[in-house]
């Protein structure tokens, strides 16, 4: 049972790794590395920061 | 400096001979495995590993013989998984590897710009594994599941055999070097490269073909949602629901919960499914037929209009949270997809080879021989042109370690060619008359029962036997008015999952849902496609403008970009009410144009690979790229060569022309499948559109060819050439390169595991 619990919750993770979800732990871990001295953006300001970014430079998405 | 000071100046000097001087931080635990340790590792043959190969390689051979030689009356759907899994790992394992050693010679030592770059937002050092994911959803759509489905009239056996030999040695091949290339040179778009390797005029000719590919590429997507949609109050239903439910899912993002992105997939997967449920009730009343039972010219012009909002729209209140949704369900059903084929294990009754594909004219349901037109049909799956905009541009900036770039890139691609494979399996899994009575255009069946089953049987295949009987009954099953002339792929598909589905979960009761399932992920995808490619296609045409109208580079400037996102939108739109309004049919003419376009591009990437290859001065080594370009660029030039140049009306697109103009200065009132003069002159105008785009096409490519193969030469006389390589940056990060980590990568994250996490992560450079 614990295997199979262990195997979802990894599943889950994995799919919100895929899916994005972390970006801004990333973000954050990314931060506290190369401005230690400066906080860091608020979360719901690092969402927008990231779709209007998308705004600019749009990805491609393949057929 | 402008490119040929910069070829003058460095010409004679060999490309990577700096390897040597890479010093990495000798306070920080090894950045990658050492180059003795890991040669020992994967030369060491166990008798385990031995014996599992071998038993891969039997199974693989055991499936081929199944497919290829036995050919018994039916054939089990279970073979091709075998033979298409065994293959792919065999050319992982032993040729993609083969190809790192003698061509990409990734080296871990060296920063890839996600490191040196970072700036936690697009440029950040991503797990292997989710990066996977990440690259397989933006290179994977509705194409792998369209092309096959069109192929199978020629038989199982040449789509089978070009989407899994064409993948290992064409399609896997492009996406990797394309993605390691790009690493290499700070995450540069496939159009930067070409200008860095080819000069100006190369450069300027990809970027321009680029452009007019993606155009059509949308347009004939689009012709394939809307194919799928006409008179089907159900499908459209359920497929405009998408709409509320993504602007409800980008509200939900930006003010309720912000990052919370699975949380808000699920949610509207859920209402997608009610959608699905829901069309059908509406769909049953009266006034749900009336008012969602649309023409495809309506459809068109609402996909057109629909296409240029979403395209001005901010992209977190549309665009994003469809994509979103379509992520998740493109890995949910894929793998569905997969667990009922092996779980169903369908029975094939489709022959190897069709009577159409001995036949020069080709079948009724794409025209023209099985060579060239075998391999433009199937893109996607076997060799995708497209995918090297994805590979450059986007996935560099994440990759973490070089070595990585063959799982990415060529694992990658394997999967979507996997993709491929079980669509052609769905679609041959249905009865042959039916797939004929669908797939055959409306100017053949007169969109009737009565029609399609005299046209289908007329059409002498053996076995086939087509009843009113058997189409009535399976356009009922699916909650359809008709499946007749359904052209376009993705009904044939959706039948064929439906069929699959059906005695996995739920029974004739559930064909229905199954049915509107798949056209609901079918229009997702390409829905998608079709708003990202208008804006990546917009971005283009503003950079280009930008050289004459410097203010059309300002993002921020609004009437720049609504002209632009109106000029693309109409380029597309008109083609797609082209093909809507054909009085030939319309997917039959264009598809191939597609297919063209989409290896064309594939053939304008190899070139720029073949250029960086011949310029790093592995010659011994350059068939591996030279193999696909020169296939690549024979089957497009020919089937280029023939829709321009081919007597046969069918096949050639100015055949036509001249034959409907003909007939119309005879005074003729109509004319082969045109009933009117009207109709005879779109035909004569669409002719023209198709002719002159293959000509476009066919130019461009062969400038950039030409030119890459005059660099070639001119770097085989000069021993290599430029090193458009962006500087080396040491690294100072470790992460494994597989799906799995190796004994030694095991044992070196151990030493990083130990150290405390901030000295973990140190950014070479600042952003």
Known sequence: ?63 | MSYDARHEKDSAVPASTTAATIEQDPTLPPVAVPDDEREAEERHWTPAKIAIWAAIALLGGVAWVMLAVVRGETVNAIWFVFAAVCTYLIAYRFYSKFIERAITRPDDRRATPAEYNANGKDYVPTDRRVLFGHHFAAIAGAGPLVGPVLAAQMGYLPGTLWIIVGVILAGAVQDYLVLFFSTRRGGRSLGQMARDQLGRVGGTAAILATLVIMVIIVAILALVVVNALGESPWGVFSVAMTIPIALFMGVYLRFLRPGKITEVSIIGFVLLMAAIIGGGMVADTEWGAAAFTLDRTTIAWGIIIYGFIAAILPVWLLLAPRDYLSTFMKIGTIFMLAAAIIFVRPEISVPAFSEFAGNPAGGPVVPGSLFPFLFVTIACGALSGFHALIASGTTPKLLEKERQARFIGYGGMLMESFVAIMALVAAISIDRGLYFAMNVSAANTGGTIEGAVAFVNSLGLTGVNLTPELLAETAKNVGEESIVSRTGGAPTLAVGLAHIMQSFIGGTAMMSFWYHFAIMFEALFILTAVDAGTRVARFMLQDTLGNVIPRFRDASWTVGAWICTAIMVAAWGAILIMGVTDPLGGINTLFPLFGIANQLLAAIALAVCLAIVADRGYFKYLWVVALPLAFATVVTVTASLYKIFSPVPAVGYWAQNAAFRNALEQGEESFGTAPTRAAMEAVVRNTFVQGTLSILFVTLTVIVIGIAVYRTIRAFQNGGGINTEDPIVPSRIFAGSGIWSSKAEKRIQKEWDALPVERRRVKARHE
């Open chain 1, 1 to 63: 049972m614990n295997v199979l619990q262990a195997g979802l919750t990894a599943a889950g993770r994995y799919v919100k790794a895929v899916m994005g979800d972390n970006a801004y732990e990333v973000y954050l871990a990314h931060h506290a590395v190369t401005h230690p001295d400066t906080p860091p953006m608020p979360e719901r300001v690092f969402w927008r920061e990231r779709d209007d970014e998308q705004d600019r430079n749009p990805q491609g998405r393949c057929c």
